[in-house]
């Protein structure tokens, strides 16, 4: 698990502290030059940037030759509560989930280009809070890798969009297509963990249709860490790699629940996976349910664990209409769709 740090520190790295309570105007009072160095301010340079923000586009150094590029949009409603999360804690999560893509493709985060769409009436605050996050999500996930450019808008919703960057570093890139019957179904990072922090935002914290902010007071053992792992999820990001270099052989990372995600590689591999209960936790059905942990879903061959990862399976010759089995038992496609699952952002 990774040690998350805490949101505006200012220690010796020269990170800034937060606007001070009398100069943090509205972003349509500060107008988009002053927003944009607020966000500069606090974003550094990366080790593969040769050219960062300020210009045009951004320049970034790809040593061998192919580009991983992901990118995904977290909207306000359906994909967060700003009564829930703080502009720190969407940084972090909005940066998290992009870095976590291109480390189930094998490879190394480089770079992340982010675009806001920021209602008039935020404040200034708001923005340089947002960006704290990007940056230490960044320092502590995938060291190296920074925000060299994007985009600022004005909407009535609140929308950030991040596209990601990352180096193969002259490994083949690792896609959900290439598991092999007999190979070891793996895992790396949490299970459920992020789904056990949403319900209880929504039981909780969520009277009528109306999110209202956490009151850690009232959380149960075991509460705050799942509510942190659904607001500031810590992948295993550095794994990527370390799945790559030991030769796995289909990866992607588990973002809307292990028995939906699990299905599609099996889909695109034309297998099964044959998943063992015990192996999923004191709850298999919420680790099985539950999405936004953002762990790493790998195959290797046959005895060929990296460190990190943990035996949860085997591939397995395809069974119609059941690509992912639990104690030999099929599981349907429990988890996240974001048009299925529309009426939950009510």
Avoid at 159 to 169: H, K, N, S
Avoid at 272 to 288: F, H, K, N, S, V
Wanted: charge should be negative; charged fraction near 20%.
């Amino acid at each position: 698990m990774v040690d998350l740090p805490a949101p505006g520190s200012d220690g010796a790295d020269g990170v800034l502290p937060p606007l001070s309570s009398d100069d943090d105007p509205t972003i349509g009072e500060a107008g988009e030059g002053r927003v944009l160095r607020t966000i500069l301010a606090r974003t550094p340079a990366g080790a593969f940037s040769l050219l960062g923000p300020g210009d045009d586009a951004a320049v970034i150094a790809t040593p061998s030759g192919s580009v991983v590029a992901t990118t995904d949009t977290l909207v306000e409603g359906p994909d967060f509560r700003s009564a829930w999360s703080s502009g720190y804690d969407l940084g972090w999560k909005s940066a998290a989930v992009n870095l976590a893509d291109v480390a189930a493709m094998g490879a190394r985060p480089t770079a992340l280009l982010v675009a806001l769409a920021v209602p008039r009436d935020r404040r200034l605050s708001f923005v340089s809070a947002l960006s704290d996050g990007f940056r230490d999500a960044c320092a502590a996930l995938a060291p190296g890798c920074a925000v060299v450019g994007g985009d600022l808008t004005v909407s009535a919703t609140l929308t950030v969009a991040v596209t990601a960057l990352g180096d193969l570093e002259g490994r083949r890139a690792v896609t959900r297509a290439g598991a092999r019957i007999g190979d070891d179904v793996a895992i790396a990072g949490e299970t459920g963990l992020a789904g056990l922090g949403l319900s209880v935002l929504f039981r909780r914290f969520h009277p009528g249709t109306a999110a209202v902010p956490v009151d850690p007071s009232v959380l149960a053992e075991g509460e705050s860490e799942a509510i942190e792992a659904q607001l500031r999820p810590a992948p295993p990001v550095g794994l990527g790699v370390v799945a790559a270099v030991a030769g796995a052989t289909a990866m992607m990372d588990v973002s809307d629940g292990l028995a939906l995600d699990a299905g599609r590689l099996a889909g695109a591999s034309g297998v099964t996976l044959a998943l063992d209960a015990e192996t999923l936790g004191a709850d298999p059905g919420r680790a099985l349910a539950g999405g936004e942990d953002h762990a790493l879903l790998a195959t290797f061959p046959a005895g060929v664990l990296p460190p990190g990862f943990r035996r949860i399976g085997t591939v397995v010759q395809a069974v119609e209409g059941a690509p992912v089995l639990c104690d030999g038992d099929p599981v349907g496609p429990r988890g996240w769709d974001p048009y299925r699952d529309a009426g939950a952002d009510a």
